[in-house]
């Protein structure tokens, strides 16, 4: 059973900092994975997705890059603003036929950017 | 826009009432899911579906039902069954595989249940 972990569950960063978010996976048979970006009490919005074929994937100042032979991912943010403050969390879609498959999601990490 | 409506947003129910909840999307996807998240827990999967008229039991169907009846809609209905049904709840859909960023998934705005 695919296991997906995200260390650390909360992180606090000045603003203007380089961070990194990590993303742990235990099975590396996987379609792709999927960053996305959650703010209190509203849906998930996507960031970045990395095909299994992918190493890394860019969006403006964010980074996500993909070793599945070690099960990680990592993403990373520059130059970390108060705008970034939300609740981080990954996805991995497994290597199955069929349009539809059970996603499996980390718990997340919040991240504060301060002032 | 593109997107999945979720509606209500906020929605209040009484012990041993059914209560539906609304998921639309206009993105032409296949791919329906729906989600519950509970404060310090991962997204649990509750339903999905690949296509019309077919859908799947998730993790925690158990006290749950959905249909299926048209490729934009996919409701669920939480029944008097479900012993602790107050949470958030996600709906999802998926762009098909092999298109142009395959297998990305969308998420709409969430509704949250509470239980009086």
């Known amino acids: 059973k695919q296991e997906v972990t995200q260390i650390p569950a909360a992180l606090s960063v000045p603003e203007g900092e380089n961070l990194v978010l990590n993303c742990s996976f235990t099975d590396s048979a996987i379609y792709n994975l999927q960053w996305f970006r959650q703010d209190p009490g509203k849906g998930l919005t996507s960031l970045l997705l990395?095909?299994?074929?992918?190493r890394e994937q860019t969006s403006g100042r964010l980074n996500a890059s993909l070793d599945k032979s070690s099960g990680r991912s990592t993403l990373y943010i520059a130059a970390s603003q108060p705008g970034d403050s939300a609740t981080y969390l990954c996805?991995?879609?497994?290597?199955?036929?069929?349009?539809?498959?059970?996603?499996?999601f980390g718990t997340g990490t919040r991240l504060q950017v301060t002032l | 826009d593109g997107g999945i409506t979720q509606s209500p947003k906020y929605l209040f129910r009484k012990e041993g009432q059914n209560v539906t909840l609304s998921c639309e999307q206009n993105?032409?996807?296949?791919?329906m899911y729906w989600y519950r998240q509970d404060p310090g827990q991962g997204l649990r999967l509750i339903y999905y579906?690949?296509?019309?008229?077919?859908?799947q039991k998730g993790d925690i169907a158990e006290g749950y039902s959905v249909s299926r009846e048209k490729k934009e809609s996919f409701p669920l209905t939480v029944t008097s069954a479900q012993k602790n049904p107050t949470a958030f709840y996600l709906c999802?859909?998926?762009?098909?595989?092999?298109?142009?960023?395959?297998?990305?998934?969308?998420f709409g705005e969430g509704s949250r249940l509470t239980v009086l």
């Open positions: 990395i095909q299994s074929s992918q």
């Open positions: 579906s690949q296509i019309v008229n077919d859908f």
């Open positions: 996805a991995v879609r497994p290597l199955r036929a069929g349009t539809a498959s059970k996603l499996t």
């Open positions: 999802a859909s998926s762009s098909p595989l092999g298109s142009v960023n395959t297998g990305e998934l969308f």
């Open positions: 993105l032409n996807h296949d791919a």
